[in-house]
Nanobody, 126 residues
Framework: VQLQASGGGLVQPGGSLRLSCVVS????????IGWFRQAPGKEREGVSC????????KYADSVRNRFTISRDNAKNTVYLQMNNLQPDDTAVYYC????????????????????WGQGTEVTVSS
């Protein structure tokens, strides 16, 4: 299983970015894909997840109504559309895959995931 995250960059406060995570090795329909982030000096935290099968999603309170997770099953790719970015969103963003549908209470648990991508850096600064 391989995950390739991309789309990070430098953006001004209030700006937008779209992250992509291309998954190879299993299909999105039978997995859960999560986006996590880690800021300097902080622990890795869950940002958003999408479950295969029913497409159920979960968002961290800090990003709800600003970020949107979606998937393209044909491309085996999961996206994270990030709008109204703020300096507190600055972090390295990672996508991760669990080879099963996770229940919501487990979606932000790092140990729930089997594979991780390499991370893409997002910097929000004026």
């Amino acid at each position: 299983v391989q995950l390739q995250a991309s789309g990070g960059g430098l953006v001004q406060p209030g700006g937008s970015l779209r992250l992509s995570c291309v998954v190879s090795g299993f299909t999105l329909r039978s997995s859960t894909i999560g986006w996590f982030r880690q800021a300097p000096g902080k622990e890795r935290e869950g940002v958003s997840c999408i479950r295969g099968g029913d497409g159920n999603t979960k968002y961290a309170d800090s990003v709800r109504n600003r970020f949107t997770i979606s998937r393209d099953n044909a491309k085996n790719t999961v996206y994270l559309q990030m709008n109204n970015l703020q300096p507190d969103d600055t972090a390295v963003y990672y996508c991760a895959a669990a080879a099963r549908g996770l229940i919501k209470s487990s979606m932000f648990a790092i140990r729930s995931y089997d594979s991780w991508g390499q991370g893409t850096e997002v910097t929000v600064s004026s």
